[in-house]
């Protein structure tokens, strides 16, 4: 029989440091430092980074929590002290996005910068966050799919041993759909980092795209899960969500069990919503002005807003109507320190 990773890393004395706890702190220093590293290239300071992480993970967690909470409220409303038992499981990565991203609006606002501007430069951080944290799943054995043959792990999807024998849980082998999830992220990491080198790329835009990769991964992959919040809705839907599901099926996939007995997986229906309010916004932005600016031009405070004294990148101009300026910036061409190519004009200034 074979013996499963165990969940705890090491102990100091009555402390016990897991495994989960160390993948997620490592995800969440993998985005910073990418984060911070095309931060540098529009001449930002790490600093401004580093404070987003601070606040955004434990507002994360929060959000989590929340949505879960809000969702499984029978459970809880008996039982108010268990609210707070995070250690007890039942948090939800759709509500940990939620939190973080009303956290990360107030603080960009209230630093002076546009949220759209520095979502997009955080966005690949997020999802090769999201791609190394589901790792902790795998250590849990928690998230996993349907029952599955040791056969199709093997021989099917030629899994190598530690995985297959982690997916055997009290006697049946499951679906690692927390490989299936992280595999789709990376992929979805490269087509970010492709996409922002594209000249065509607005403000938003490499947020936006963000969403829509990861919730058309996660639809298909939820799919396969035996732990979903669902509800019952009218028959229409839940025969929509399965009719969008087939494909899985073609290839093989067998639908994971309803956790709470209704017809329709919430993380689900999220996401078919969340791709189309996504191509939504894209569109109506562009319709609107709203986004003229695009990701290659200087990232420089709002005007009359607070934090002006941040980053040296504020005595940038502005290259949004500058379509010359902006292929250039957008060929890897921005400086590294932008005040050094500024300053001899600031001293002509002076002297005229």
């Known amino acids: 029989m074979y013996l499963a990773i165990n969940p705890i890393a090491f102990s100091l004395g009555p402390l016990s440091v897991h495994w989960y706890g160390i993948i997620l702190g490592t995800a969440a220093l993998v985005g910073l430092l990418l984060a911070i590293q095309e931060g540098k290239r529009f001449g930002m300071n790490p600093d401004f980074y580093m404070d987003l992480v601070l606040l955004g993970v434990p507002s994360a967690i929060i959000g989590a929590r ?33 939190g973080a991203i009303i956290a990360a609006f107030f603080y960009v606002r ?23 944290g589901r790792w902790g799943n795998f250590i849990n054995q928690e998230a996993h799919g349907g029952p599955a043959t040791e056969a199709f792990l093997r021989n099917s999807l030629h899994l190598p041993d530690f995985i297959v024998n982690q997916m055997l849980i009290e006697g049946q ?7 299936y999830e992280s595999l789709w992220n990376l992929v979805g990491l490269l087509v970010l980092l ?60 067998e639908s994971g069990y309803m956790t709470y007995g209704g017809n329709v997986r919430i993380s689900q229906l999220l996401a078919v919503l969340i791709v189309l309010a996504a191509f939504v916004v894209m569109i109506m932005r562009r319709k ?60 002509d200034a002076e002297h005229k």
């Open 173 to 179: 082998y499951y679906h690692p759909t927390f490989l």
């Open 288 to 347: 609107t002005g709203a986004a003229v600016e695009r990701y290659a031009d200087p990232i420089v405070p709002v005007s009359g807003k607070a934090g002006a004294e941040e980053t040296p990148a504020e005595t940038q101009p502005s290259t949004a109507s500058d379509p010359t300026a902006a292929e250039a910036a957008a060929d890897d061409k921005i400086p590294a320190d932008p005040q050094s190519e500024d300053s001899s004009g600031l001293k």
């Open 66 to 98: 929340i949505y879960y909470v809000a969702f499984k409220w029978e459970d809880y409303k008996n039982n108010l002290a268990e609210v707070f038992m995070v250690w007890h499981g039942g948090i939800a990565i759709y509500g940990a996005l939620i």
């Open 194 to 253: 492709w996409l922002r080198r594209r000249p065509f790329l607005r403000a938003g835009e490499l947020f936006m795209s963000y969403f829509v990769w990861y919730s058309i991964g996660r639809f298909f992959i939820e799919g396969l899960r035996t732990d979903s919040l669902d509800f019952t809705g009218p028959t229409w839907l839940a025969a929509l969500m399965n009719g969008l599901w087939a494909p899985m099926r073609w290839f093989g996939f």
């Open 110 to 132: 209230r630093k002076g910068y546009s949220f759209w501007r520095i979502a997009d430069v955080c966005a690949p951080g997020l999802i090769i966050g999201q791609a190394i």
